[in-house]
């Protein structure tokens, strides 16, 4: 297959707006997977992307397709080509943006695939500008034109405002009943251009994703975006310098198929006897090893940046080497987590791991329980401040127990990361949500209108104020209809406090957080109210605290049980005793103990939904 009969496209779109189905749709017409295989979503291969629906690891498939115009197999004489269709996809958040424009870089044009009845939101715009600025084709997709409450006419009117597509363009599609799908290849093959590379340069490859394989090892996904890479060739990474041999290649058609070569434009797998993914970085370049002095890499790798850090602890201490083990087989199909071992004096021994963001924490959290049974307790996210100290120092804060409980008197500078957040939203809820961003320290950038009933936003926020449950609260005051999406930005300077909570004078250093000065007194006050609740009464009394500094500045207690209550439930009746106890050891089991205090886990959850 000559690079003119190569497209590269991706797929993007708001969450559910039917990115995966449309893409199944997609390779059953193309024959690569077979229809109806029971199996929805062919894609999308975690257990916890179909549950929630979101794509967390790109997948990448290659498809025949044999051009038919009008019906007829020939045109001008000239007998239609088959085409080599490569669905490169990308993973639908926020938190793999990093990830999405690498998988664009390996495209020349996008399917944006809208929602006839919901319209453009928050990511449909992050995504467009990140295609647009590729210089990538885009074909306006709107889809779901099967339910009733579709518009597709008030779509193609915000297509044409929001970014100035032509609504003649857009095509009309239904991924459930197949309306429309017919037209959707035709249009990538006519209106996305070939791959540009150059067949007799040598060899550069993008890498664009990787994963382990318990029999096969590291199998990188790569880009060939100049020269051509054959079976046995010698390799290089130009990120690492570390040389490979190319022992197998192939396509994903849309299982592993060998093909002994990738030409100039192709898009397929490399098996290099790489030991961990972590030799894969995504971005990275791969060359000849003979051609190492003429080759330039490609532009734009950068490694991984970890926004959201949070400790692990196994939920039971005897269960350290089961976490650990759990972690150790998870991170060989993440590198992107960060892993370093952590000591609380609360807590033992755990894990101080650092993700892309909240939606990555949760799903490794959820992997980690669902996929290897374990149970942990996560301590509240944080994510990296800078502190600068009288001695010029600069040092990056992952874990509030690492600072000193004074700091002000070394500190003469603290910074934290903002994002540039992008939210959409129905007029009626403008008030409500102005002011949620206002209590979050957001400031705003941009106002507009994406059509009579639609507000677009565009505010800085600082990361640290979106990392607690923003997103639930914004559903929450929008019933549901507000939609999200944020990028990195800057670090700012920031007035930042620790605040600690004492257990009976002692602090947990586990339960460490840093906050806005402005709003630590409200912070510590909740903090202690909401684990007053979650602690249970014990044979002492227990005061719960919250400190700056040496200063007290929030204080419950938790009264000590009453000898009389557990004498008339420890009376005669046997039976009930037993269960009694019998609850008791349940509940045991997810308590913590804490100094001489049994904190239940979820003490470490109440701790996550204050902000
Ligand atoms: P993604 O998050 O963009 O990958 O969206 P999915 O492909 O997972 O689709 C989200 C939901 O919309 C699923 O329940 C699909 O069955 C449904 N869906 C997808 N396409 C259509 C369509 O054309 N019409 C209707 N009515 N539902 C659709
Ligand atoms: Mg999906």
């Given at each position: 297959y000559?690079?003119?009969?190569?497209?590269?496209?991706?797929?993007?779109?708001?969450?559910?707006?039917?990115?995966?189905?449309?893409?199944?749709?997609?390779?059953?017409?193309?024959?690569?997977?077979?229809?109806?295989?029971?199996?929805?979503?062919?894609?999308?291969?975690?257990q916890?992307?179909?549950?929630?629906?979101?794509?967390?690891?790109?997948?990448?498939?290659?498809?025949?397709?044999?051009?038919?115009?009008?019906?007829?197999?020939?045109?001008?004489?000239?007998?239609?080509?088959?085409?080599?269709?490569?669905?490169?996809?990308?993973?639908?958040?926020?938190?793999?943006s990093?990830?999405?424009?690498?998988?664009?870089?390996?495209?020349?044009?996008?399917?944006?695939?809208?929602d006839?009845?919901?319209?453009?939101?928050?990511?449909?715009?992050?995504?467009?500008?990140?295609?647009?600025?590729?210089?990538?084709?885009?074909?306006?997709?709107?889809?779901k034109?099967?339910?009733?409450t579709?518009?597709?006419?008030?779509?193609?009117?915000?297509?044409?405002?929001?970014f100035?597509?032509?609504?003649?363009?857009?095509?009309?599609?239904?991924?459930?009943?197949?309306?429309?799908?017919?037209?959707?290849?035709?249009a990538?093959?006519?209106?996305?251009?070939?791959?540009?590379?150059?067949?007799?340069?040598s060899?550069?490859?993008?890498?664009?994703?990787?994963?382990?394989?318990?029999?096969?090892?590291?199998?990188?996904?790569?880009a060939?975006?100049?020269?051509?890479?054959?079976k046995?060739d010698?390799?290089?990474?130009?990120?690492?310098?570390?040389?490979?041999?190319?022992?197998?290649?192939?396509?994903?058609?849309?299982?592993?198929?060998?093909?002994?070569?990738?030409?100039?434009?192709?898009v397929?797998?490399?098996?290099?006897?790489?030991?961990?993914?972590?030799?894969?970085?995504?971005?990275?370049?791969?060359?000849?090893?003979?051609?190492?002095?003429?080759?330039?890499?490609?532009?734009?790798?950068?490694?991984?940046?970890?926004m959201?850090?949070?400790?692990?602890?196994?939920?039971?201490?005897?269960?350290?080497?089961?976490?650990?083990?759990?972690?150790?087989?998870?991170?060989?199909?993440?590198?992107?987590?960060?892993v370093?071992?952590?000591?609380?004096?609360?807590?033992?021994?755990?894990?101080?791991?650092?993700?892309?963001?909240?939606?990555?924490?949760?799903?490794?959290?959820?992997?980690?329980?669902?996929?290897?049974?374990?149970?942990?307790?996560?301590?509240?996210?944080?994510?990296?401040?800078?502190?600068?100290?009288?001695?010029?120092?600069?040092?990056?804060?992952?874990?509030?127990?690492?600072?000193?409980?004074?700091p002000?008197?070394?500190?003469v500078?603290?910074?934290?990361?903002?994002?540039?957040?992008?939210?959409?939203?129905?007029?009626?809820?403008?008030?409500?949500?102005?002011?949620l961003?206002?209590?979050?320290r957001?400031?705003?950038?941009?106002?507009?209108f994406?059509?009579?009933?639609?507000?677009?936003m565009?505010?800085?926020?600082?990361?640290?104020?979106?990392?607690?449950?923003?997103y639930?609260?914004?559903?929450?005051?929008?019933?549901?209809?507000?939609?999200?999406d944020y990028?990195?930005?800057?670090?700012?300077?920031?007035?930042?406090?620790?605040?600690?909570?004492?257990?009976?004078?002692?602090?947990?250093?586990?339960?460490a957080?840093?906050?806005?000065?402005?709003?630590?007194?409200?912070?510590?006050?909740?903090?202690?109210?909401?684990?007053?609740?979650?602690?249970?009464?014990?044979?002492?009394?227990?005061?719960?605290?919250?400190?700056?500094?040496?200063?007290?500045?929030?204080?419950e207690?938790?009264?000590?049980?009453?000898?009389?209550?557990?004498?008339?439930?420890?009376?005669?009746?046997?039976?009930?005793?037993?269960?009694?106890?019998?609850?008791?050891?349940?509940?045991?089991?997810?308590?913590?103990?804490?100094?001489?205090?049994?904190?239940?886990?979820?003490?470490?959850?109440?701790?996550?939904k204050?902000?």
């Amino acid at each position: 297959y000559p690079p003119e009969l190569v497209r590269n496209f991706s797929i993007i779109a708001h969450v559910d707006h039917g990115k995966s189905t449309l893409a199944d749709r997609l390779l059953e017409l193309t024959g690569t997977i077979k229809k109806g295989l029971g199996q929805p979503q062919y894609l999308d291969k975690l257990q916890v992307e179909r549950e929630r629906g979101i794509t967390v690891k790109a997948q990448t498939a290659t498809m025949f397709y044999k051009n038919i115009i009008n019906g007829d197999d020939f045109k001008d004489g000239k007998e239609s080509s088959n085409y080599l269709l490569n669905l490169i996809d990308t993973p639908g958040h926020v938190d793999f943006s990093y990830e999405v424009s690498r998988s664009l870089a390996a495209c020349q044009g996008v399917l944006l695939v809208v929602d006839a009845a919901q319209g453009v939101q928050a990511q449909t715009v992050a995504n467009f500008y990140l295609a647009f600025e590729s210089n990538l084709a885009i074909i306006p997709v709107i889809n779901k034109i099967d339910q009733p409450t579709a518009d597709p006419d008030r779509v193609k009117g915000q297509l044409k405002s929001m970014f100035d597509l032509d609504p003649s363009d857009a095509l009309l599609t239904s991924a459930k009943t197949g309306v429309g799908l017919e037209h959707v290849l035709p249009a990538v093959i006519e209106r996305i251009p070939p791959p540009p590379g150059k067949s007799e340069s040598s060899l550069r490859m993008l890498l664009l994703d990787s994963y382990f394989d318990e029999y096969r090892g590291v199998i990188c996904h790569v880009a060939v975006v100049d020269g051509a890479l054959r079976k046995g060739d010698k390799i290089s990474s130009a990120a690492t310098g570390k040389s490979y041999e190319a022992m197998d290649i192939g396509i994903m058609h849309p299982e592993l198929t060998p093909t002994g070569i990738l030409f100039t434009g192709q898009v397929g797998y490399v098996i290099t006897g790489m030991r961990t993914t972590k030799e894969a970085r995504i971005g990275d370049t791969i060359y000849h090893t003979k051609s190492t002095v003429d080759v330039e890499p490609l532009p734009g790798f950068k490694a991984a940046k970890h926004m959201v850090f949070s400790g692990l602890f196994p939920a039971d201490g005897s269960d350290f080497e089961a976490l650990s083990h759990a972690i150790e087989k998870l991170t060989c199909n993440d590198a992107s987590v960060s892993v370093t071992k952590e000591t609380s004096t609360a807590l033992g021994l755990g894990f101080r791991c650092g993700f892309l963001g909240l939606l990555h924490m949760d799903v490794f959290h959820q992997r980690l329980e669902q996929e290897y049974g374990a149970h942990i307790i996560s301590t509240v996210p944080t994510v990296p401040y800078i502190y600068e100290y009288s001695d010029g120092s600069k040092l990056e804060v992952q874990n509030p127990a690492a600072l000193p409980s004074n700091p002000k008197q070394r500190v003469v500078a603290c910074w934290e990361p903002t994002v540039i957040a992008t939210i959409v939203m129905p007029s009626e809820y403008v008030g409500p949500v102005i002011t949620l961003l206002s209590e979050r320290r957001g400031e705003q950038l941009e106002y507009s209108f994406i059509d009579s009933q639609r507000v677009f936003m565009k505010y800085r926020l600082p990361l640290r104020e979106i990392v607690i449950d923003f997103y639930n609260e914004l559903k929450s005051i929008t019933s549901g209809y507000a939609s999200f999406d944020y990028e990195d930005s800057d670090y700012q300077p920031s007035d930042l406090v620790k605040l600690d909570i004492l257990l009976n004078g002692q602090a947990v250093d586990a339960m460490a957080t840093i906050v806005h000065n402005s709003k630590s007194y409200r912070v510590g006050r909740e903090l202690v109210e909401k684990l007053k609740k979650v602690i249970d009464r014990q044979m002492f009394e227990i005061i719960i605290q919250a400190a700056i500094g040496s200063k007290i500045i929030a204080r419950e207690t938790v009264t000590a049980m009453r000898k009389n209550v557990l004498a008339k439930c420890y009376g005669g009746d046997i039976t009930r005793k037993k269960k009694l106890l019998e609850k008791q050891k349940e509940g045991k089991k997810r308590m913590k103990r804490v100094g001489s205090v049994d904190v239940p886990q979820e003490a470490f959850h109440e701790l996550l939904k204050v902000s």
